[in-house]
């Protein structure tokens, strides 16, 4: 990923996701991409309400997203909207459990994402 790469959600709105997965289809050094597949926000006290709801509506607004995951940095509490499941809310809160990306084919233990966090 590169600094400053913003997702093109309208004419007038490109934010920014902590860690994003696109197609490829544009070129790797673009900064502006509309070919968002995956985006992760890591949710802080400032972010949070933003994340959950403006971001959560403009990004799962577009075509090519599958996944949206937002990830608590102070406990173990990880929420997924996925295209799958109509992007019904599905929380993760043990080191245990698994995120599956189906439409990826990629799994993603949380115990991996928590990993050297001390949490």
Do not use: C
Request: aromatic share 10%; proline share 4%.
């Amino acid at each position: 990923m590169l600094a400053s790469t913003g997702v093109r959600v309208s004419d007038k709105d490109r934010p920014e996701p902590d860690v994003l997965v696109v197609s490829g289809d544009d070129p790797l050094w673009s900064r502006d991409r509309n070919d968002l597949i995956v985006a992760f926000e890591v949710l802080s006290p400032t972010t949070k309400e933003r994340d959950l709801g403006w971001k959560r509506e403009a990004y799962t607004g577009l075509a090519s997203l599958t996944h949206y995951v937002l990830i608590a940095q102070d406990t173990v509490n990880i929420t997924v909207f996925s295209r799958d499941d109509g992007f019904r809310k599905r929380t993760f809160r043990s080191f245990g459990d698994v995120i599956e990306f189906r439409s990826l084919g990629v799994s993603l233990p949380v115990a991996e994402v928590y990993r050297r966090t001390g949490v």
